[in-house]
């Protein structure tokens, strides 16, 4: 290949992302939070994941099993100190759960430590997914809160409209931004059938899937059976409209970090009322971010040509 077509080829590459782009974000004047919802399943339906943190010792082995199913970095001794003393881990681009634990009372007043497994809540009606300017955040066929990088302009509006402060910026992605979440192993399990990674390796069935209504009526029978052990509130059930993860313990659940202070209503369309005032502003801002992302790597396209490194050897 030539330089010149190296050129040509690389600069139609930049500008369909361009247009990809821009064609996103003005679609936000004919889109509507209705229309976001269409041709998916049921929530009573929904792929689902119920945690009983009275189950879970800690053993991060969902973990590994997430970084594994999803050929994310394993750089990381997610035993070291089990089950004594842990460092601490944190959600990140390339980290998509983590398992640490939590100190509360439980109703005797007793004071324990529980180990509290966090990853993306897979909201029914998530607000990342209504704010994203050009669809890089999609609610899939199946259920679970799709990610392409592609798309992706980097505007980070996904991370603060999370009720749950979930997806994670790479911010050493320069021109390349990344948004790392979990995404219930859709792509890679899910579509084939199989479960998720995190909830197979789980050895003492804290993590179990299914459908959301099964799994809503399993913990109320627990609840109901075993009034001593858990609390009267399944998390998730209702949380910004609900999730497909749900929860379980005998610990309030603001003292293990989950937060108290949600609505019950889905709130996309408290977004929605905002952001239908502004399409033709979204639309610039995303023409602003694809024009200088299109430039730079252009810009990065020619310089690497006239590199002595990449300069044609004469025959």
């Known amino acids: 290949m030539t330089k010149n077509q190296h050129m040509t080829d690389t600069s139609a590459f930049n500008r369909r992302r361009f247009l990809q782009g821009m064609a996103g974000a003005t679609g936000l004047s004919v889109i509507s939070p209705s229309s976001l919802n269409a041709h998916l399943p049921a929530h009573a339906e929904t792929p689902s994941v119920l945690v009983d943190v009275t189950r879970c010792i800690g053993c991060r082995s969902c973990m590994r099993a997430c970084k594994n199913a999803n050929d994310l970095p394993n750089d990381t001794d997610l035993s070291k100190g089990f089950p004594h003393s842990w460092d601490r881990q944190e959600l990140r681009f390339d980290q998509w759960t983590v398992v640490n634990p939590a100190t509360g009372c439980n109703a005797d007043g007793t004071e324990v430590t529980r180990n509290v497994k966090t990853q993306c809540m897979q909201c029914l009606d998530p607000t990342c997914v209504s704010v994203c300017l050009v669809g890089a955040l999609t609610k899939s066929e199946l259920g679970p809160i799709l990610y392409d990088a592609d798309r992706c302009i980097g505007c980070r509006y996904c991370m603060m409209a999370c009720p749950f402060d979930i997806p994670k910026f790479e911010w050493k992605g320069g021109m390349s931004p ?21 909830v197979e390796s789980c050895p003492t069935g804290a993590l179990k899937f299914g459908q959301r209504d099964t799994l809503l009526f399993e913990a109320r029978a627990r609840i109901k059976t075993r009034p001593e052990r858990y609390l009267n509130h399944i998390y998730g059930e209702k949380e910004a409209g609900g999730t497909a993860w749900l929860y379980m313990s005998d610990v309030p659940f603001e003292s293990l970090g989950f937060k108290s202070d949600l609505e019950t209503a889905p709130m996309p369309p408290l977004t929605w009322e905002v ?6 502003v979204a639309a610039a801002m995303a023409g602003l971010f694809g024009t200088l992302a299109w430039s730079l790597n252009r810009r990065e396209s020619l310089d690497s040509q006239e590199s002595p490194d990449n300069q044609e050897t004469p025959e």
């Open 178 to 198: 990344v948004i790392g979440k979990c995404q219930m192993c859709t792509r890679k399990r899910l579509a084939e059938g199989r479960i998720p990674g995190c």
């Open 275 to 280: 952001l239908n005032k502004i399409p033709m």
